[in-house]
């Protein structure tokens, strides 16, 4: 059974950084691209980053490019994602996403964890 | 890169049909045959219900379908149930190697 679980969200002040995990079990962790997803509170979904399967490429959405980096441990099966610079704007349910296709990207998310909520204000 | 244009709500009652539009560009649902739709329920993740336009996943009921005409994609719903009460999320890919959501629509079953 595939299990994405996020944790280290909270509430930061603005200009401040946080660090986001995602513990991947039930599918082979290090055969998949992952993306992380964020939705704002009553907001629709928003996608933010990439990291291909052997971690050797990441693209990111334009909003968080130069702020936010994604990397992932395929020895714990582990996704993370390290935010600088937060903004009011960033506050969102931070989702980790597993891609549909084997060793590919499609934009596709068949596996979604439930989601952890950062909170950026003062 | 815009997001994709839903409507915000729709209704209907058990039974009948509804389709859900989503409006793109050229840029996006346009040029591509890579549109997705997802449902959410309130308090839950999102799940994948079409891809490719109008491919289902395994487990996706036959009652949802989707399809694409020009820069407009569609879901319809056949014989609404009251579990189909949820948000539904359209997403396509874009020219610029990204991936871009329409705003969501609320379908409620009076």
């Known amino acids: 059974q595939v299990q994405l679980v996020e944790s280290g969200g909270g509430v930061v002040q603005p200009g401040g950084s946080l660090r986001l995990s995602c513990a991947a079990s039930?599918?082979?962790?290090?055969?998949?691209?992952i993306h992380w997803v964020r939705q704002a509170p009553g907001k629709g979904l928003e996608w933010v980053a990439f990291?291909?399967?052997?971690?050797?490429?990441?693209d990111y959405a334009d909003p968080v490019k130069g702020r936010f980096t994604i990397s992932r441990d395929n020895s714990k099966s582990t996704l993370y994602l390290h935010m600088d610079s937060l903004r009011a704007e960033d506050s969102a349910v931070y989702y980790c996403?597993?891609?549909?296709?084997?060793?590919?990207?499609?934009?596709?998310?068949?596996?979604w964890g439930q989601g952890t909520l950062v909170t950026v204000s003062s | 890169q815009s997001a994709l244009t839903q409507p915000a709500s729709m209704s209907g009652s058990p039974g009948q049909s509804i389709t859900i539009s989503c409006t793109g560009t050229?840029?996006?649902?346009?040029?591509?045959?890579?549109v997705s739709w997802y449902q959410q329920h309130p308090g839950n993740a999102p799940k994948l219900m079409i891809y490719?336009?109008?491919n289902r996943p395994s487990g996706v009921s036959n009652r949802f379908s989707g399809s694409k005409s020009g820069n407009t994609a569609s879901l319809t719903i056949s014989g609404l149930q009251a579990d189909d009460e949820a948000d539904y999320y359209c997403?396509?890919?874009?020219?610029?190697?990204?991936?871009?959501f329409g705003g969501g629509t609320t379908v409620t079953v009076l």
């Open positions: 996403a597993k891609d549909w296709e084997v060793g590919a990207r499609t934009f596709y998310f068949d596996y």
């Open positions: 039930g599918f082979l962790f290090s055969s998949y691209g």
């Open positions: 990291i291909r399967y052997d971690g050797s490429s990441r």
């Open positions: 050229s840029s996006d649902v346009g040029v591509y045959n890579y």
């Open positions: 490719d336009v109008s």
């Open positions: 997403s396509s890919y874009t020219r610029s190697n990204s991936v871009v």
